[in-house]
């Protein structure tokens, strides 16, 4: 059973940064590989970026590649979303996920998922 808590989210103006942070409960963290994703309003929750296991291999969407970097700290049970240079369309609730397929951009793939937290970007 793992339990992930999500926070950093914000307002922030086009071209700033933000860093979420998505904190897990258990023991088991470090066997489990992690993916964000992001729900907008009126729209299906998306894929943005997933880490293996032991945090070797990262997968992004296309619309965030070269500006968000997933990493994760299996010392301290947390996964990490550095996003830079956001837009507007990266508007969305932002949500962290703990599954057994590496790398997947698949959310039925995920077993447990936090509660979210909103990222707003003004134009």
């Known amino acids: 059973q793992v339990q992930l808590v999500e926070s950093g989210g914000g307002l922030v103006q086009a071209g700033g940064s933000l860093r979420l942070s998505c904190a897990a409960s258990?023991?088991?963290?470090?066997?489990?590989?992690m993916g964000w994703f992001r729900q907008a309003p009126g729209k299906e929750r998306e894929f943005v970026a997933a880490?293996?296991?032991?945090?070797?291999?990262?997968y992004y969407a296309d619309s965030v590649k070269g500006r968000f970097t997933i990493s994760r700290d299996n010392a301290k049970n947390t996964v990490y979303l550095q996003m830079n240079s956001l837009k507007p369309e990266d508007t969305a609730v932002y949500y962290c996920?703990?599954?057994?397929?590496?790398?997947?951009?698949?959310?039925?793939?995920?077993?447990?998922w936090g509660q979210g937290t909103q990222v707003t970007v003004s134009s």
């Open positions: 258990g023991r088991t963290f470090s066997s489990y590989a």
């Open positions: 996920a703990a599954g057994y397929n590496s790398g997947s951009y698949r959310s039925d793939d995920y077993k447990y």
């Open positions: 880490l293996s296991w032991r945090g070797g291999s990262t």
